[in-house]
């Protein structure tokens, strides 16, 4: 199939192209543009996309005349900055910019669209499912939030199929939260919060790829897909970054005082919101109801293993 990726740069994008390009499909990559001073409301993003496309005919015509014959367009761009407090730019790129790929989709009749979002937009449920059940914490959650309903509710005339795609953290070798997670896992002692063995949601950087690859042709289109759980817990995370890893336990009640305390403190800041989060997620875990690609045949793999090699690669590095 002929598939289109706009953020083929990106982190995302990289890994999507270099999955679809293996498995035989044409790979199309879409010239970058940028979303920029539509001061979007998380309520009129539609109307922020329309005023958008108004002002630049000839971003748009170049746009419609690239995707032109391609069967599947893959929306992996945006503003990936959790910590950022910049609501007028994360707005511009994770919810504004989406809904105008989407047009430009349906203006080149491309049949479907994948747009890539993130797990994160439901927050602290539990578990996370395939639902437009919101639970935004910040800025960069709002985002992506008004993204989504964006793109579920537009009410443009449209013949193209969109597919909101949420993957949960993603981890690669490159990726520092990744590097930090394999650092930490490599000590003499680990702290182990409770007992490490709630479901956490991660998920290896190949996995999204071929999730994204099995959308492309998946029949019929799925309207929200979560990346399927890959078996880890806090406990088996580490153990894969370091077969010799000993643990030390935390009680539950004391990590939940060094929870409430990081909270607490970091209510206005959100790098210590951010941090907290990481806690939470190591400390108490989080499901995944992800049912769309395994119902379709998706299976992740021997995720175990591939952690372990990643984990080599990061320590061989430096």
């Known amino acids: 199939m002929k598939v289109a990726v706009i953020g083929s740069r990106g982190f995302i994008g990289r890994a999507v192209c270099s999955v679809l390009a293996d498995s035989g499909h044409s790979v199309r990559s879409v010239p970058s ?28 015509a170049r746009l419609v005349a690239t995707l032109d014959g391609a069967d599947v367009l893959v929306n992996a761009a945006g503003m990936a900055a959790p ?3 910049d609501l007028s730019a994360l707005m511009d790129a994770n919810a504004v910019l989406p809904i105008v790929v989407a047009e430009m989709a349906s203006r080149a009749g491309v049949p ?15 578990p996370l499912d395939e639902t437009l059940d919101f639970n935004p914490f910040s800025p960069y959650t709002d985002s992506k939030v008004a993204g989504e ?3 579920a509710l537009r009410d443009w005339t449209s ?34 919060p409770g007992r490490g063995d709630s479901p956490i949601p991660v998920c290896l950087i190949e996995n999204v790829g071929r ?5 492309v042709a998946m029949d019929p289109a799925p309207r929200i897909v979560l990346q399927p759980w890959e078996g880890m817990t806090t406990r088996r995370l580490f153990e894969a ?15 939940n005082l060094g929870l409430g305390f990081t909270l607490t403190v970091g209510r206005h800041n959100l790098q210590f919101q951010a941090l907290a989060r990481r806690m939470e997620l190591l400390s108490k875990g989080q499901g995944q109801d992800a049912l769309a690609l395994e119902r379709a045949g998706f299976a992740v793999g021997d995720c175990f293993s591939a952690y372990r090699a990643m984990s080599t690669l990061i320590r061989c590095a430096g």
């Open 241 to 255: 970054f370091n077969a010799n890893a000993r643990f030390l336990r935390l009680p539950s009640a004391l990590v």
């Open 159 to 192: 013949s193209t199929d969109v597919i909101i795609y949420r993957p949960t953290s993603v981890q690669a070798p490159d990726r520092p939260i990744t590097r930090k997670l394999v650092h930490v896992a490599a000590r003499r002692l680990v702290l182990l």
């Open 112 to 126: 479907r669209m994948i747009h890539v979002s993130s797990g994160s937009v439901q927050g602290r449920k539990n």
């Open 33 to 60: 543009f940028r979303v920029e001073g539509t001061e979007a409301r998380v309520g009129a993003v539609q109307e922020a996309g329309k005023t958008w496309i108004a002002a630049h005919p000839r971003i748009v």
């Open 211 to 215: 999730a994204i690859q099995h959308l």
């Open 149 to 151: 309903r964006a793109l």
């Open 83 to 85: 910590s950022s407090n």
